[in-house]
């Protein structure tokens, strides 16, 4: 059975920095993509951060220069470093992996439950 946790969320305040941790578990042989979204009240869920299996990452505008993705493929983690935090991050984030290889997982996508970030002003 695989799972996705996220650690990492909290409160700071703006201009603060927290990272994010997502790890996924459960004999998996490979990922393919893994990726960073958040929600906030009354919003859709949006694409934050995305890294492919190569390393190669793109970015929602809003936190271009501010946010990093990187990943340890040995311990199937994804990392988000948030820098320079604004009140407009606060957000429950979600972790994602896409296409996961494993004894029962042929290219499965998988969500983590969500860590909340909130940033004070």
């Known amino acids: 059975q695989v799972r996705v946790v996220e650690s990492g969320g909290g409160l700071v305040q703006a201009g603060g920095s927290l990272r994010l941790s997502c790890a996924a578990s459960g004999g998996i042989f490979s990922i393919d993509a893994m990726g960073w979204y958040r929600q906030a009240p009354g919003k859709q869920r949006e694409l934050v951060a995305l890294?492919?299996?190569?390393?190669?990452?793109n970015y929602a505008d809003s936190v271009k220069g501010r946010f990093t993705i990187s990943r340890d493929n040995a311990k199937n983690t994804v990392y988000l470093q948030m820098n320079s935090l604004k009140p407009e991050d606060t957000a429950v984030y979600y972790c994602k992996t896409y296409g996961v290889f494993g004894p029962t997982d042929w290219g499965t996508d998988y969500w983590g439950q969500g860590t909340q970030v909130t940033v004070s002003s």
């Open positions: 890294i492919s299996g190569g390393g190669h990452t």
